[in-house]
């Protein structure tokens, strides 16, 4: 039996647009999907990376049950590059029940609940308008996106902050190697809410400015939104790339910042390497979690630094897309599988300083060159870590 | 297809069902001391106990016993958090304070509202290094935080800690989820053959379902107030109280047919 799983499909909405064209063109022209913050009512000084048309999405009227922007916006991403055909020609070849789902995210519908509270006022019930169970789970987009796509093997949502919907990528491996699935549909579905925006902000963890990843003036992230996608299989006609391993691990350190010799980062970009059987020289291109606060960025470059004596090109997508938090491994994976199929590795964006030593190997200008395997990095809260490597297929 | 999975330990914590004592006290019919003291953590310092969010004070307890049971130290197994709702308390605190003074949200209780705050506590105060994971399925999260475990077991070949809890909600939340109390189970698997099992569990992928052989009333009240409780009826397999077969369904997807292996 060939064990080997291949993204066959994939599609990602975020601040630049909806749709991988849409991505490509914002990463040929150089052009940032950040914002000052309009997202009302945060009133916060800070840029962010809203995706434009949400409020306006219509959920399927049988599904209405689902309502809130996080599943809005989950609507939205399947929608690009025919992700919706591509799920129904799949089950019809291998069965609804033989397809997983399985996203991540770390807000889910918060942002409903957060009303919930605004529109009580001081009383102590929600106004029965409000009273929208599926909603108010972390599960929410999970059940939401299988439900919608008609999907019938198991569905669960993975929430460990950051690292969330690159751990996807491993957790539906497992279930296809166990013989659960056969295929399944990963992603991740992060929108925006206040909860992040004032939690970040209450951290000293939020930019006044765009953020500015592996610069030496960056002073911290931008938040953002994104709904991405992905089906992987075995044996496909064509695909995107061939998902060759994943490290999973844990700093055991602290829940808010990583360990300051980024060991969790260490040991998940080591496992990777491992699964996927390679030695560090076969890695052409790094997508870094790259959040753009002061110690994340040079705990991360550290890290690298143990692993790869020389370190490949690398960047990050958060000048693109602000920081997605459950959906940023998504977003990450896809920054990453298009770096692999159009041989062109992207920049980091807003970098006008770079930091010399320690990080001189992030790109500043995309370069055009095929390379056969790319590492994503995304780490999280809790001391959540999560590399996965995609080997051209 | 079917897998053979060995439990190691299991630990509980909920009003009433402290420990594995508890548990076997309620399985043979007894009525649940609600009064009794919460289980408590030893990985945790009393100051680090108090300040604790909820979450962690409730599946800390749960996730010692089974490992302490399955003669591990707590770092060793790879683990799984699963939970519908995560911290209800944290949620109520983080919503209310938007609504009225955002500005004054604690940093904190943020960092503590991720629903991997308990598997990170989890992994500091383990020290595991390993992967810690955070699930949620919604009402689902008992039948898919075996699944997952299951699966781990069978694709990592070692031992994996499964804790499946869900709090009691506060304020407005209890509209959404009115479990009245507390629950959290957790067990320790491991691929068969593994020794120094408690039970050994036949596990199937099906399309049934739920179903389980009664238990006592007490216990299946709880059964239906919490749905993390649902892992009951296989903790009731595991100590031998009932015979024949327990199905674990969730709203979509595979349910799983659990029976105790001879």
């Known amino acids: 039996m060939n064990s080997d799983l291949f993204v066959s499909a994939m599609t990602l909405c975020a601040a630049p647009g909806a749709g991988l064209d849409v991505l490509r063109r914002a990463l040929a022209e150089r052009r940032s999907g950040l914002r000052p913050n309009d997202f009302a009512p945060c009133t916060l000084n800070t840029w962010i990376g809203r995706v434009e048309g949400v409020e306006d999405t219509e959920l399927p009227s049988e599904l209405r049950g689902f309502d809130c922007r996080n599943n809005r916006l989950a609507e939205l991403g399947l929608r690009g590059d025919d992700f919706i055909e591509r799920v129904e020609i799949l089950k019809s070849r291998l069965g609804a029940e033989r397809i997983a789902c399985v996203t991540g995210t770390s807000t889910a519908g918060i942002g409903s609940t957060e009303a919930a509270y605004r529109a009580m006022g001081q009383g102590e019930h929600f106004d029965p308008s409000f009273l929208l169970p599926r909603v108010h789970t972390p599960h929410t987009s999970s059940a939401y996106v299988a439900q919608r796509l008609g999907l019938n093997g198991p569905v669960m949502t993975i929430s460990t902050a950051c690292s969330s919907s690159a751990k996807v990528f491993a957790a539906a491996a497992r279930l296809i190697e166990a013989g659960l699935a056969d295929a399944a549909v990963v992603g991740g579905v992060d929108s925006l809410c206040q909860s992040v925006l004032y939690g970040f902000h209450s951290l000293e963890l939020v930019s006044e400015h765009p953020c500015r990843p592996f610069d030496r003036d960056r002073d911290g992230l931008s938040l953002g939104e994104a709904a991405g996608f992905a089906i992987l299989e075995r044996q496909p006609e064509q695909a995107f790339g061939r998902l060759a391993g994943w490290g999973e691990s844990s700093d055991a350190h602290h829940m808010a910042s990583p360990h300051p010799e980024g060991t969790g980062a260490v040991a998940a970009m080591r496992e990777a390497l491992d699964r996927a059987g390679l030695d560090p020289e076969a890695i052409g291109y790094i997508n870094c979690h790259g959040t753009a606060t002061p110690m994340n960025d040079q705990v991360e470059a550290r890290a690298i630094r143990q692993v790869f004596e020389t370190p490949p090109p690398a960047a990050s997508t958060k000048g693109w897309t602000g920081h997605t938090l459950g959906a940023a491994g998504i977003v990450e994976a896809v920054f990453s599988l298009l770096a692999l199929n159009d041989a062109r590795l992207p920049a980091g964006l807003n970098i006008e300083q770079p930091e010399d030593a320690w990080a001189d190997f992030i790109l500043t200008e995309a370069r055009d060159v095929r390379v056969d395997h790319v590492l994503s990095n995304s780490f999280g809260f809790g001391g959540s870590n999560c590399s996965l490597i995609f080997a051209r297929s | ?262």
């Not at chain 2, 709702?85 to 503590?112: K, Q, V």
């Open chain 2, 1 to 262: 297809m079917s897998h053979r999975i060995d439990i190691l330990g299991l630990g509980l914590a909920a009003p009433g069902l402290r420990d594995r004592a508890s548990l076997q006290a309620a399985l043979a019919g007894r009525p649940l001391e609600t009064n009794d003291k919460p289980s408590t953590s030893s990985l945790l310092s009393p100051r680090e106990r108090r300040r604790a969010p909820a979450a962690v004070k409730l599946s800390f307890p749960a996730a010692e016993q089974a490992c302490a049971m399955a003669g591990l130290e707590p770092g060793e197994p790879l683990a799984i958090f699963s939970s519908g709702m995560g911290d209800l308390d944290i949620t109520d605190y983080m919503c209310r304070t938007l609504a009225e003074a955002p500005e004054l949200l604690s940093p904190t209780r943020f960092h503590n509202s991720v629903h991997n705050a308990a598997s990170g506590y989890w992994s500091i105060g383990a020290g595991a290094t390993g992967d810690v994971t955070a699930l949620s399925a919604w009402r689902d999260s008992a039948a898919l935080g075996l699944l997952e475990g299951m699966t781990r077991c069978l694709t990592d070949a070692r031992p994996v800690l499964v804790v499946v809890y869900d709090d009691r909600a506060v304020g407005p939340m209890r509209d959404l989820w009115p479990s009245e109390h507390a629950f959290c189970a957790a067990l320790v698997l491991a691929p068969a053959g593994h020794g120094g099992a408690i039970a050994t569990l036949q596990i199937d992928a099906c399309r049934e379902a739920a179903r389980h052989p009664a238990l006592p009333e007490a216990l299946e009240a709880r059964i239906e107030d919490n749905p993390a409780a649902r892992l009951l009826p296989v903790l009731a397999l595991i100590e031998g109280a009932i015979d024949g077969e327990v199905v674990l369904a969730a709203e979509r997807g595979p349910s799983l047919r659990v029976r105790r292996s001879a």
